[in-house]
Nanobody
Framework: QVQLVESGGGLVQPGGSLRLSCEAS????????MAWYRQAPGKQRELVAV???????NYADSVKERFIISRQYAKNTVYLQMNNLTPEDTAVYYC????????????????WGQGTQVTVSS
């Protein structure tokens, strides 16, 4: 079984920064893509940023130029550096892993973390 564990959320003032971390643990041969989603109260979960194998990165328009996603492949870890935060960034942030291969057959699975709260408020 594969688990994703996030950390780094919290309360920050507008204009501040936070760094989220997510480590995938368990029987893992490879992971195709790792991403961050977020869900604000009363809204649908949305993709924030994703990094696929090979370093391809994509961001939601609302976070471009402010957030940076990065992966440490050897540790099956993904980070989200969030800068110049605004109250609109307040949400529960979820880690997501896609294309996780855990056996020699090569079957792929998808996993979610439990979420970490980010609150931007003065």
């Amino acid at each position: 079984q594969v688990q994703l564990v996030e950390s780094g959320g919290g309360l920050v003032q507008p204009g501040g920064s936070l760094r989220l971390s997510c480590e995938a643990s368990g029987r893992i041969f490879s992971i195709d893509a790792m991403a961050w989603y977020r869900q604000a109260p009363g809204k649908q979960r949305e993709l924030v940023a994703v990094e696929s194998t090979g370093g391809r990165r994509n961001y939601a328009d609302s976070v471009k130029e402010r957030f940076i996603i990065s992966r440490q492949y050897a540790k099956n870890t993904v980070y989200l550096q969030m800068n110049n935060l605004t109250p609109e960034d307040t949400a529960v942030y979820y880690c997501h892993a896609r294309g996780v291969v855990s056996d020699w057959l090569g079957a792929e699975s998808t996993y979610w973390g439990q979420g970490t709260q980010v609150t931007v408020s003065s």
